[in-house]
């Protein structure tokens, strides 16, 4: 049966001389594989529409009682996402959003809030600004794939007034997704002391953003401009909470080993 479906290119893989295989998210059928014949060529028909990160209209052989890799008949470019390829952080922070997927959903389950999420955050990459705002989609990613998921973290306000008014440590545990404060108990020079394992220490500006994104929309995330310090504290938080809770990120890290070609 021949179909069609907005897909989201994921990975692209060579096979052979002249063709592809090409893992993608399709809004009508979730994570499926696709060989896509002679898209190698120099006048492929598929054009540049199945070049990574892309966002394309898929043409393809589906055959439910034979799941598997299908056969791409046709492909047109929605977006290109071409200005992720511009950068090595821009195309490392996608591949990071692509890995996340393969790895952790199931194949030909879609979910169409995904689907929205993932093109959303790709375009907003695509166009960002500057490499801090590419970032900022990362973390708003992951926070909103977390909740899709069916977890949540606990980020609610009242928890943390006292955190203005005395001095303290937040601390985020991986296994339950909370965050806490650690008080001191005595001189101020003293760091908080904490015994419970699987814990991360968290910046006062990596939790400002957790709580400015859970609330903001995707056109809002073109506001923030995290340090790179918050940067790479919140990737080893959802580095460490993905690979506590989803098997397919069990004992990896966010880095990627994405082919492009």
Request: no cysteine; proline share 3%.
């Amino acid at each position: 049966m021949l179909v069609s479906s907005p897909a989201i290119i994921l990975q692209v893989r060579k096979h052979g001389e002249t063709s592809k295989i090409v893992t993608v998210y399709s809004r009508a059928y979730g994570r499926i594989s696709l060989i896509a014949k002679g898209a190698r060529e120099m006048k492929s028909k598929f054009g540049g529409a199945l070049e990574a990160f892309a966002h394309a209209d898929i043409v393809f052989y589906y055959k439910k009682e034979r799941p598997g890799l299908y056969l791409a008949s046709k492909a047109e470019t929605i977006h290109s996402n071409a200005g992720i390829l511009n950068s090595l952080e821009r195309i490392q922070a996608a591949s990071e959003l692509a890995e996340l997927l393969i790895r952790t959903l199931h194949d030909e389950e879609e979910n169409e809030q995904l689907f929205n999420l993932l093109s959303d955050t790709l375009g907003g990459m695509s166009n960002a600004a500057s490499e801090e705002t590419v970032g900022a989609f990362s973390i708003h990613f992951f926070l909103r794939f977390i909740e899709l998921s069916g977890f949540r973290f606990n980020l609610e306000e009242e928890i943390f007034q006292g955190i203005r008014t005395m001095p303290s440590q937040i601390l985020f545990k991986v296994r339950t997704g909370d965050f806490i404060e650690a008080v001191h108990q005595g001189p101020r020079e003293r760091e908080p002391e904490f015994h419970e394992p699987n814990m991360i220490r968290v910046l006062p500006e990596s939790f400002a953003i957790l709580q400015f994104l859970e609330r903001a929309s995707i056109e809002k995330v073109q506001s923030l401009h995290p340090s790179k310090q918050a940067y790479e504290n919140l990737r080893e938080i959802f580095a460490s909470f993905f690979s506590e809770h989803f098997d397919g990120m069990r004992g990896r890290s966010l880095r990627s080993g994405h082919s492009l070609h």
